[in-house]
């Protein structure tokens, strides 16, 4: 897993990069839907791929 810092903002601590995994890219900063108990609860399927378009899932089992 790497980080390629991309921009900044010298006035405060924003950043945006992209984390590089053996998987692909995810550019930062990103909303990350959380999957617990094999599932993202009150989120269907489809929106996850058409509407929020996530790019990555914090899966807690």
């Not at 945006?16 to 989120?43: D, L, S, Y």
């Amino acid at each position: 897993m790497k980080f390629t810092l991309q921009a900044n903002d010298p006035l405060s601590k924003a950043r945006a990069g992209t984390v590089t995994t053996a998987h692909g890219e995810i550019q930062t900063p990103i909303f990350m839907p959380v999957g617990t108990a094999g599932t993202v609860k009150a989120v269907h399927q489809r929106e996850l791929k058409e509407d929020i378009d996530a790019q990555i899932i914090l899966g807690n089992t």
